[in-house]
C-alpha cells in the first residue's frame, strides 16, 4: 500500500478517535471534540505545505497558490463534523485525501494554473442545529444569519457557540471566495449507499445531488394521568406524531423509486411512562432528484398533519428549517475526472446521483461542482460499521490524482 493511502489510514484513525461522546464517535459543531479535530487538521495542513487559516465559522482552509496570473481557485474539501454514533469515513475521507493531492503538489514543487484550497467544513450535517451545510454556505457567501437564533437541545443558540469558539460572526461574509475568482469544487465522499458494492467498482462519478428539504414539526396536546384519561377524550402528541410518520413512511414507500421521507429525530414531553405526552417535537427529512415533486410531496405532508391535528384536537407547528434544490455536478469538471479515474486504471466508468445531501449543494450556488464517490461496504453509513477498504480509498487517491493533471492539462 502506498504510504499516502497508510497516512490516509492512519489519520482517519485519529479523527475518528476525537469524540464527545465516550463509547461512540460524536462531533458536532463547536463541541470540544471538534475544536480539537480542528487543530488536528490544521497541524495536518501545515505539514502538507499548504498556508492555513481557520475562517469565522470554523472551516480549516489550506492553500497552495498558484503563480500563474489571474489563477482560480479549486476548493477539495469535505467535512469534519459528524453525525451522533457516526462512521469515522464520512466527510474526514474527503478531507485527507484533500490533504494528500495538496502534499503531493507542494512537494512536487509543481507550480499548477490554478490556485488548490483544501477546505475541512465545520458543520454539514447539521446535528447540532438542524442547519445543514454552515461551513459551505460561509464559503459561498450563502450564510443565512437566521440561523444564528436557533438553538440546540440544551437550549444554546447557534449565536453564542460561533463566539465561544472566538469567531466573528459579522465577518462571515468577507470569508466567501466570489464567484468570479472560483474554477471549481471537487469532494470525494463515501458513497453510502450500495451501487458500487452491487457493481463491484471502488469508486465512480456523482452526476448530482438530490433535493432536500428539512421540516421541524412541533405537536401541542394536553399533558394528562395515563390512569385517570379516558382513551377517546384524550389530546395524545405522541399518537398524532405516531399518525404522521407512518403516513410519512407509507409515502416514501408508494413513490420509493424517486423518494425517501425520514423522521430521525423525535423528543417527547414531559416523557414519562404514565403522562400522555403533552408535545412532541420532530424532524422530517425528505429528498427527491425531482424538485417539483418534492415541492408537492412536502405540501401534502403538511396537509396530512393539520388534518391530525384538527382530528385530534391538538395544535401542530410546521416549520420548514432548510430547503434546498437538487444540484447537477458540472460536465466539464465531470470530464477531468472521468480521464482521471479512466487513467488511474478503474475498469468500468459509471455515473450516478446522490441520495445523501454534500456541500456541494450550497458551493454549487457559486462554482462548478464534482464529487467523486468510493464503495462503502454494504453502503452503510451514519453508523460506527461504515467501512472503506485501503485498497479503494488508494483508487480514490489515484484518480484524483489524475483528474487534478487532466484539470491542469484543460486549462493551460
Ligand atoms: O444527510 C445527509 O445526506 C448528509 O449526510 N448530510
Ligand atoms: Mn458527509
Ligand atoms: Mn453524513
Known amino acids: 500500500m502506498h504510504p499516502r493511502t497508510q ?23 463547536g463541541t470540544t471534540a471538534h475544536i480539537q479535530s480542528r487543530k488536528v487538521l490544521i497541524e495536518w495542513m501545515e505539514s502538507a505545505g499548504m498556508t492555513v487559516h481557520c475562517d469565522n465559522i470554523g472551516n ?43 502534499q503531493q503538489v507542494s512537494e512536487s514543487g509543481q507550480d499548477l494554473p490554478f490556485h488548490l484550497q483544501v477546505v475541512a467544513f465545520a458543520d454539514e ?34 449565536d453564542s457557540v460561533i463566539q465561544k469558539m472566538g ?17 471549481g469544487y471537487y469532494e470525494v465522499h463515501i458513497e453510502q449507499g450500495p451501487v458500487l458494492c452491487d457493481k463491484d467498482l471502488p469508486v465512480c462519478l456523482v452526476s448530482g445531488i438530490a433535493g432536500q428539504t428539512r421540516v421541524d414539526i412541533h405537536w401541542k396536546g394536553m399533558a394528562g394521568h395515563a390512569g385517570t384519561s379516558p382513551m377517546d377524550l384524550r389530546q395524545d402528541a405522541l399518537c398524532a406524531a405516531a399518525e404522521l410518520t407512518l403516513i410519512i413512511e407509507a409515502l416514501g414507500k408508494k413513490h420509493k423509486e424517486k423518494l425517501v421521507a425520514t423522521v430521525g429525530k423525535m423528543i417527547v414531553g414531559p416523557n414519562s411512562s404514565n403522562v400522555i405526552p403533552g408535545t412532541v417535537y420532530h424532524t422530517l427529512d425528505i429528498r427527491s432528484m425531482q424538485d417539483h415533486f418534492l415541492a408537492e410531496m412536502v405540501a401534502y405532508l403538511e ?19 432548510q430547503s434546498n434544490p437538487s444540484v447537477d455536478c458540472d460536465p466539464q469538471l465531470s470530464a477531468a475526472l472521468e480521464k482521471g479515474i479512466k487513467k488511474s486504471g478503474v475498469r468500468e466508468l459509471l ?5 445523501a445531501g454534500h456541500d456541494g449543494v450550497m458551493i454549487s450556488k457559486v462554482a462548478p461542482i464534482s464529487m467523486l464517490f468510493v464503495r462503502c461496504t454494504d453502503g452503510i453509513s451514519h453508523n460506527p460499521a461504515e467501512y472503506c477498504s485501503p485498497e479503494d480509498i488508494e483508487a ?15 486549462i493551460k
Not at 482517519?12 to 464527545?20: C, Q
Not at 455515473?351 to 441520495?355: E, K, L, V
Open 7 to 29: 497516512r490516509i489510514l492512519q489519520r482517519l484513525e485519529k479523527l475518528g478517535s476525537i469524540s464527545d461522546a465516550p463509547n461512540c464517535l460524536s462531533r458536532f459543531y
Open 60 to 102: 480549516v482552509r489550506g492553500i497552495l497558490k498558484s503563480k500563474a496570473p489571474n489563477a482560480k481557485h479549486l476548493v477539495v474539501a469535505s467535512h469534519y463534523d459528524s453525525v451522533f454514533d457516526a462512521g469515522k469515513y464520512d466527510g474526514p475521507l474527503g478531507v485527507l485525501l484533500g490533504i494528500e493531492i495538496a
Open 125 to 158: 450535517e447539521g446535528g447540532r442545529f438542524n442547519t445543514a451545510y454552515l461551513g459551505s454556505g460561509v464559503l459561498a457567501g450563502y450564510f443565512d444569519k437566521t440561523w444564528l437564533s436557533r438553538k440546540d437541545d440544551a437550549g444554546e443558540t447557534l
Open 167 to 183: 469567531h466573528h460572526i459579522d465577518l462571515v461574509n468577507d470569508e466567501a471566495i466570489p464567484k468570479e475568482d472560483w474554477l
Open 303 to 321: 396537509q396530512q398533519a393539520l388534518t391530525i391535528a384538527k382530528k385530534r384536537g391538538l395544535h401542530c407547528e410546521w416549520k420548514v428549517m
Open 351 to 355: 455515473s450516478i446521483p446522490s441520495g
Open 396 to 410: 480514490a487517491l489515484f484518480a484524483s490524482d489524475a483528474f487534478l493533471e487532466a484539470l491542469a492539462d484543460s
